[in-house]
């Protein structure tokens, strides 16, 4: 596609619950990133993919939270167990390749609310 | 570890006037620096980027600069305008222990009224 996609949009969930988030890059680039904004915020690193492998996952804020890259295109964000206090919009971006010349292009982002 | 502080907070002016934003870093070792503007509710746009060897971009309206080895950027939009108003986010692109790494302020909050 043209920019990034993510799905769903919104997402209400109940507390406990399990989710997942897709970010759908733009075609070939090789860095993808998620992180998650609450509300008057700047958004906060949660983990970025160079190709399918997790470059860095040090925002991550604990073993509830999960993202896998397979196949070096597609990502998708699950969450386990889900909180109150997960409750955020969890924005996607890529780059073409790590470079200091790349932008990186962020998605919608999807808003999830834990109930 | 990289932190990022943008001053003001917030900025509210009539139209017409010239702006600049502030955006400072504590790790200098950068490969770019991104800045953004986000509309609320909205994903966020990319308005320009400035890589580490230069000191200047500029799109329209919009002129980014760096000075990297201070750990500072500012964001000049000249003649604003209504729909200029939106939050303002800048991000430098880590090298280093942040390699590869993008990491935000907590944004500029615009408003510009007729």
């Known amino acids: 596609g043209a920019g990034v996609s993510q799905t769903p949009s919104n997402k209400v969930t109940e507390k406990g619950k399990y989710v997942e988030l897709r970010c759908d890059p733009i075609?070939?680039?090789?860095?993808l990133y998620w992180y998650r904004q609450s509300l008057g915020q700047g958004p906060e690193f949660l983990i970025y993919?160079?190709?399918?492998?997790?470059?860095?996952d040090s925002g991550l804020p604990n073993d509830r939270f999960f993202a896998v890259r397979p196949e070096g295109s597609v990502s998708t964000l699950k969450i386990q167990r889900t909180e109150r206090g997960d409750s955020a919009v969890y924005l996607c971006?890529?780059?073409?390749?790590?470079?200091?010349?790349?932008?990186?292009?962020f998605g919608q982002g999807t808003r999830l609310t834990v109930v | 570890k990289q932190e990022v502080t943008q001053i003001p907070a917030a900025l509210s002016v009539p139209e017409g006037e010239n702006l600049v934003l502030n955006c400072s870093f504590t790790?200098?070792?950068?490969?770019?620096l991104q800045w953004f503007r986000q509309d609320p509710g909205k994903g966020l746009t990319s308005l320009l980027l400035?890589?580490?060897?230069?000191r200047e971009q500029t799109s329209g309206r919009l002129n980014a600069s760096l000075d990297k080895s201070s750990g500072r950027s500012t964001l000049y939009i000249a003649a604003s305008q209504p729909g200029d108003s939106a939050t303002y986010l800048c991000?430098?692109?880590?090298?280093?222990?942040?390699?590869?790494?993008?990491?935000f302020g907590q944004g500029t909050i615009l408003t510009v009224h007729p």
């Open positions: 971006a890529s780059r073409l390749r790590q470079g200091p010349d790349t932008e990186a292009f």
């Open positions: 075609s070939g680039h090789t860095a």
């Open positions: 993919f160079q190709g399918t492998g997790a470059a860095d």
């Open positions: 790790d200098s070792a950068i490969y770019n």
């Open positions: 400035i890589q580490s060897s230069q």
């Open positions: 991000a430098p692109l880590g090298g280093g222990t942040s390699y590869g790494k993008l990491t």
